[in-house]
């Protein structure tokens, strides 16, 4: 058995940009009392997960896990903890808890970060 995230899930869950969790997000941008660099962050993590879907070359499962995990945090939202059974899930979750103690900002930028460098990989 594979813990793999499909290139379709990937697709998926950057494609689908859940509104719930993006509208979150816009919030916590809009009411800070920066200068607008996290509006401006939030912008650029934004079209970073829409690039990710374009990409020729497939990432590694582990940088899946991580495109997962930091795009969960980057957005402030806490995945549902899978069942007993879902391995897929857990792996997910696993890695989501990896990275839970980041700022959202700083999910963010690695987040950009990652894509950035697959990008430049192709």
Known sequence: MSFVITNEELKSLHASNPAAEIKTAIETAATSDDDGSKQALLAKFLAASKEVTDLSKAPSDSIKLTLYALYKQG???????PGMLDFVGKKKYEAWEGKKDLAVNEAQQQYIDQVEELKKAE
């Open 75 to 81: 957005l402030g939202a806490t995945p549902k903890k």
